[in-house]
């Protein structure tokens, strides 16, 4: 989705996967930025917030009339419907990170 919008063009590609991972870590409830998960990254849950945020807003307020090939290939069973999965509340995501 971060492809199709210019503003996501100025992130670094490893803040962007590492704030996409998190955010899916939240969202399906699968516990948090893990230490481990750190290291290798790079980068500290603190520093990934407000990217993590941009991309949920971007789910939650994206236009649906136009450039939808994205969002129809995700819908597909081979990638798990990925592009079906509701976007979290704005309030609970932030409730959540800065509660890890």
């Known amino acids: 989705m971060t ?6 063009a100025r992130e670094s590609p490893s803040k ?3 704030s996409c991972l998190l955010l899916a870590l939240t969202m399906k409830n699968l516990g948090g930025w893990t230490p481990t998960l ?8 603190q520093d990934l917030h407000p ?13 649906r009339d136009k450039l939808n090939a994205v969002r129809s290939k ?6 798990f419907e990925v592009a079906k999965v509701t ?11 800065t509660s890890s």
């Open 87 to 97: 976007p979290m509340d704005m309030l609970k995501l932030e409730e959540t990170l």
């Open 74 to 79: 995700y819908s597909h069973r081979v990638f």
């Open 38 to 45: 750190e290291y290798y990254s790079g980068y500290c849950a």
């Open 3 to 8: 492809l199709q919008e210019y503003d996501y």
């Open 51 to 63: 990217l993590v945020k941009r991309l949920n807003f971007l789910l939650t307020y994206q236009p």
């Open 16 to 18: 962007l996967a590492a």
